[in-house]
């Protein structure tokens, strides 16, 4: 009964986890290195929550 849970939390996270890399690249695009910095932390907890949930 779990794992359905966990593919679809997976599922979530792994399109949450694209979507902050695409923008960590508008960020560096436009030359905005802090906003770049703190995406990049979310998308390493984003990634860690992703790990956890597999």
């Known amino acids: 009964m ?6 679809s939390q997976a599922e979530i996270l792994s399109k949450l986890y694209d979507m902050k890399r695409k923008q960590i690249e508008q ?12 995406l990049e932390a979310e998308a390493e907890a984003i990634s860690n929550a992703l790990k956890a949930a597999r």
């Open 2 to 7: 779990n794992a359905p849970i966990r593919q």
């Open 27 to 38: 960020a560096l695009h436009q030359g905005n290195s802090l906003r770049s910095q703190v």
